[in-house]
């Protein structure tokens, strides 16, 4: 009797030391699903950043902001940036339903994307695509989905695209068509 006694007793402390040492499967998943909620969620958010001189360097706008600490992300919906030119003034509006920032000045933006030019000044007045990643601060636009450049008397069709908006330069992976509007008077 006494020795069952003692082999109930050190396979209970056995039980209890292998529960308590040993993680579960439903904590790993609590703690895979607290990383995927975000830290924090704002809604409509505006964040204007200036440079050493007093100008606007960085303008952005979004419907609702959700910030990832820990997956080093943000989610915006309906994000608009700003990109201004060397005059210091805005020269391109940049906006889709969804975008990423990621912590390299990296920005991937989904879904509806337009880059619209706001001076009126440039051959090019917008460009549309699915999807679109914009590298901060060079102003560098590449995306590999189908894009169409509209502009003054013209479109053109396109897959992929590379853009330096500092520069002025595009440059249309595989080019599908061009189409000028014949206007007579």
Request: proline content about 3%.
């Amino acid at each position: 009797m006494k020795k069952a006694l003692i082999l109930l007793v050190l396979a209970l402390v056995l039980t209890a030391t292998y529960l308590w040492f040993n993680p579960t499967e439903q904590a790993d998943t609590q703690y895979a699903d607290r990383e995927l909620l975000p830290d924090y969620i704002a809604e409509q958010v505006t964040r204007t950043l200036y440079d050493e001189q007093g100008y606007v360097a960085d303008h952005i706008q979004a419907m609702r902001l959700e910030f990832f600490e820990r997956l080093g992300f943000t989610q915006f919906e309906q994000p608009k940036y700003i990109l201004f030119d060397d005059n210091h003034l805005p020269a391109w509006e940049v906006t889709s339903q969804f975008g990423i920032w990621l912590p390299d000045d990296k920005i991937i933006l989904e879904q509806q994307v337009r880059i619209n030019n706001v001076s009126g000044n440039e051959l090019v007045d917008r460009i549309e695509t699915d999807n679109l990643e914009l590298l901060l601060p060079s102003k560098m636009l590449q995306t590999s989905a189908a894009v169409q450049i509209i502009g003054k008397g013209f479109y053109i069709n396109g897959i992929g695209l590379q853009a330096d908006l500092t520069e002025q330069n595009l440059r249309i992976i595989k080019h599908l068509e061009t189409v000028y509007a014949n206007e007579q008077n």
